[in-house]
T-cell receptor
Framework: GIQVEQSPPDLILQEGANSTLRCNFS?????LQWFHQNPWGQLINLFY???GTKQNGRLSATTVATERYSLLYISSSQTTDSGVYFC????????????FGTGTRLQVTL | GAGVSQSPSNKVTEKGKDVELRCDPI?????LYWYRQSLGQGLEFLIY????????KSGLPSDRFSAERTGGSVSTLTIQRTQQEDSAVYLC????????????FGSGTRLTVV
């Protein structure tokens, strides 16, 4: 099956810092989503981004489908950004399920 | 409804008992997914519904697990003869279906088998 690798696995930032999270995937995909799981366990969809670049406030994401990676940028981080960030992909030619990466655990400190 | 609703939010059951977990998707969402997340782990796919059909149930870990969806809406995940390794958070998501739409997740059911 498709492999989804995320890096770094853990990240500690001071409030106000910027960061880049990376997602590499092993095969061609037709769906890629980024999620944030907050400390209470709720998963929030951040971006649907199978290709190109999108921005939403302090967050932006870029997917280079031909090179099989996606990046999530967090600027001016806040303590509320803490949690786990997951990348998830759906294999091209299927319309069934997202396969999730192992996540990046982010802690933003004061 | 406004979001994906799951019930119960917490369930403690004795080993060997059967449990039923419920998911009420966003109105109009034709696709529904069940995932499982063990403590500190990623999300493991269980089953996918398109309407009332389950074209992909490849993630169900054993024949003790089953799921159904009725009326293209509510889904129930049933675990028979629960085991301690079934303890996890069971998450449901829905989407408009097909390719091109994001998932919306519910808050999950935390299942503890004692």
């Amino acid at each position: 099956g498709i492999q989804v690798e995320q890096s770094p696995p853990d990240l500690i930032l001071q409030e106000g810092a910027n960061s880049t999270l990376r997602c590499n995937f092993s095969d061609s995909v037709n769906n890629l989503q980024w999620f944030h799981q907050n400390p209470w366990g709720q998963l929030i969809n951040l971006f649907y981004i199978p290709s190109g670049t999108k921005q939403n406030g302090r967050l932006s994401a870029t997917t280079v489908a031909t090179e099989r990676y996606s990046l999530l940028y967090i600027s001016s981080s806040q303590t509320t950004d803490s949690g786990v960030y997951f990348c998830a992909v759906e294999l091209t030619g299927t319309a069934s399920k997202l396969t999730f990466g192992t996540g990046t655990r982010l802690q933003v400190t004061l | 409804g406004a979001g994906v609703s799951q019930s119960p939010s917490n369930k403690v059951t004795e080993k060997g008992k059967d449990v039923e977990l419920r998911c009420d998707p966003i109105s109009g969402h034709t696709a529904l997914y069940w995932y499982r997340q063990s403590l500190g782990q990623g999300l493991e796919f269980l089953i996918y519904f398109q309407g009332n059909s389950a074209p992909d149930k490849s993630g169900l870990p054993s024949d003790r697990f089953s799921a159904e969806r009725t009326g293209g809406s509510v889904s129930t995940l049933t675990i028979q003869r629960t085991q301690q390794e079934d303890s996890a958070v069971y998450l449901c998501a829905s989407s408009l279906g097909g390719t091109g739409f994001g998932y919306t997740f519910g808050s999950g059911t935390r299942l503890t088998v004692v």
